[in-house]
């Protein structure tokens, strides 16, 4: 019986020891003086100990920055409410200092782009170039209006649509690239987010990127340059792909095989389907990876997954913003939020507090920084309201219901 016993309490603390802290909905005993929002909370008998969370008063904020990760949550702490927020959504107009194309938000002249060619003003809160179709332009877009790009020339000219034929990116209208599907005659400017997985296409040899940047470790997905003249060829479905024989290929993104993203606990490890074999013909056969999950402020002990860019999740809402955004009447090199594609835009700027604009920022903050996701899969209301606040930007009541 004894020795039942010892096995039995053995058993059960190995498996605590891979579980995860439970952070959930519950009132707390609040001392005079200071409002709590979080406080460790026994639990009833048999269920383990959990952070109880409850929302501050209206106009106070969970004062939660020392908890940046269920890691740092010491045994009996909590957290007290607080005047400050932490809050760092819409973005700053700092970087916009002489940044701001035509059709961009601004608040006075020196936010505008300005040259010899272009004498740019502010005007009702938007960028005004001074160039009209036709004028000099010193090989920069820059200094033309939107909808129109500087050609061989030097002279602005009207930005090429869909099924064009040219000959550089930049020659295409915003969201389309000019590529040359293999097999088909021309380069002609092409809808981003259109071509399916295995198609083989080239750019023009000056457009390629030299050093596509990684949006993550072993991805497939490239960025360009921020304020980079070069715009990313994002035209495959997955908006993803690989070089192969010569060609970009679009691939599927790297995936976890499992669409929930939650394992039992942190000694499992998560599948991730990569789509990185060489040969053309391999394009959809995955290898298989492992990568660790790590706890949430999550409503169950249930370890999270590293969200994948291929995920399910993370393209409806990169698909969802990137592609909206993408269509609106910007610049075609306007600023980006903050990756590409106009935060600047005054398009963009009307509609920055929304669930559009706040799904871009998601996408690129859920799958650059691991923790970050972990953090937020599986919150519940009050603690997206309290301890991961910051990380849903004030937004989780459009994006949790
Ligand atoms: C924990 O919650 C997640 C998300 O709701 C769910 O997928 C998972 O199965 C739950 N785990 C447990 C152990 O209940």
Same mark, same amino acid.
């Given at each position: 019986m004894?020795?039942?016993?010892?096995? =039995?309490?053995?058993? =059960?603390?190995?498996?605590?020891?891979?579980?995860?802290?439970v952070?959930?909905?519950?009132?707390?005993?609040?001392?005079?003086?200071?409002?709590?929002?979080a406080?460790?909370?026994?639990?009833?008998?048999n269920?383990?100990?959990?952070?109880?969370?409850?929302?501050?008063?209206?106009?106070?904020?969970c004062?939660?920055?020392?908890?940046?990760?269920?890691?740092?949550?010491?045994?009996?702490?909590?957290?007290?409410?607080g005047?400050?927020?932490?809050?760092?959504?819409?973005?700053?107009?700092?970087s916009?200092?002489?940044?701001?194309?035509?059709?961009?938000?601004?608040?006075?002249?020196?936010?505008?782009?300005?040259?010899? *060619?272009?004498?740019?003003?502010?005007?009702?809160?938007?960028?005004?170039?001074?160039?009209?179709?036709?004028?000099?332009?010193?090989g920069?877009?820059?200094?033309?209006?939107?909808?129109?790009?500087?050609?061989i +020339?030097?002279?602005?000219?009207?930005?090429?649509?869909?099924?064009?034929?040219?000959?550089?990116?930049?020659?295409?209208?915003r969201?389309?690239?000019?590529?040359?599907?293999?097999?088909e005659?021309?380069?002609?400017c092409?809808?981003?987010?259109?071509?399916?997985?295995?198609?083989?296409?080239?750019?023009?040899?000056? *457009?390629?990127?030299?050093?596509?940047?990684?949006?993550?470790?072993?991805?497939?997905?490239?960025?360009?340059?921020?304020v980079?003249?070069?715009?990313?060829?994002?035209?495959?479905?997955?908006?993803?792909?690989?070089?192969? +024989?010569?060609?970009?290929?679009?691939?599927?993104?790297?995936?976890n095989? +499992?669409q929930t993203?939650?394992?039992?606990?942190?000694?499992?490890?998560?599948?991730?389907?990569?789509?990185?074999?060489?040969?053309?013909?391999?394009?959809?056969?995955?290898?298989?990876?492992?990568?660790?999950?790590r706890?949430g402020? &999550?409503? &169950?002990?249930?370890?999270?997954?590293?969200?994948?860019?291929?995920d399910?999740?993370?393209?409806?809402?990169?698909?969802?913003?990137?592609?909206?955004i993408?269509?609106?009447?910007?610049?075609?090199?306007?600023n980006?939020?903050?990756?590409e594609?106009?935060?600047?835009?005054?398009?963009?700027?009307?509609?920055r507090?929304?669930?559009?604009?706040?799904?871009?920022?998601?996408f690129y903050?859920?799958?650059?920084?691991?923790?970050?996701?972990?953090n937020?899969?599986?919150?519940?209301?009050?603690?997206?309201?309290?301890?991961?606040?910051n990380?849903?930007?004030?937004?989780? *009541?459009g994006?949790?219901?």
């Amino acid at each position: 019986m004894k020795i039942i016993t010892i096995f =039995a309490l053995l058993l =059960a603390f190995s498996y605590a020891e891979g579980e995860c802290q439970v952070f959930k909905c519950h009132s707390i005993e609040q001392q005079d003086g200071i409002q709590l929002c979080a406080q460790q909370t026994e639990g009833e008998q048999n269920e383990p100990d959990f952070f109880g969370v409850e929302r501050c008063s209206p106009d106070q904020f969970c004062q939660a920055q020392k908890w940046e990760s269920p890691e740092d949550v010491l045994p009996d702490t909590s957290l007290s409410c607080g005047d400050t927020s932490t809050r760092n959504f819409p973005p700053s107009l700092e970087s916009m200092n002489g940044q701001a194309l035509d059709g961009d938000h601004c608040e006075q002249d020196s936010h505008c782009f300005k040259t010899e *060619d272009n004498a740019a003003t502010c005007e009702a809160g938007v960028c005004r170039a001074s160039t009209k179709p036709g004028d000099l332009c010193s090989g920069n877009s820059r200094n033309c209006p939107k909808g129109y790009f500087c050609n061989i +020339d030097n002279i602005c000219a009207e930005s090429l649509l869909k099924g064009a034929i040219c000959t550089r990116h930049r020659e295409c209208a915003r969201n389309h690239a000019c590529i040359k599907v293999k097999g088909e005659q021309d380069f002609v400017c092409t809808e981003y987010g259109t071509l399916s997985n295995g198609v083989l296409f080239t750019e023009h040899s000056e *457009d390629s990127f030299k050093n596509p940047k990684s949006l993550l470790k072993n991805t497939l997905i490239s960025i360009p340059d921020a304020v980079g003249e070069m715009q990313g060829p994002f035209v495959c479905k997955s908006l993803a792909m690989m070089r192969v +024989d010569g060609y970009h290929q679009c691939r599927s993104n790297q995936r976890n095989v +499992d669409q929930t993203y939650m394992v039992d606990s942190l000694d499992q490890s998560c599948k991730v389907q990569i789509f990185a074999r060489d040969g053309a013909e391999n394009y959809d056969k995955p290898i298989i990876i492992e990568t660790t999950p790590r706890c949430g402020f &999550n409503k &169950n002990t249930s370890a999270v997954c590293p969200l994948q860019p291929g995920d399910n999740y993370a393209m409806d809402l990169f698909y969802d913003s990137f592609m909206s955004i993408g269509r609106m009447d910007c610049h075609r090199l306007s600023n980006s939020i903050p990756f590409e594609n106009g935060r600047n835009c005054k398009e963009v700027w009307n509609v920055r507090d929304s669930q559009l604009v706040f799904k871009l920022l998601r996408f690129y903050q859920i799958t650059l920084f691991h923790h970050m996701w972990a953090n937020t899969a599986a919150n519940e209301k009050c603690v997206a309201q309290t301890i991961t606040y910051n990380l849903w930007n004030g937004m989780e *009541d459009g994006l949790l219901d």
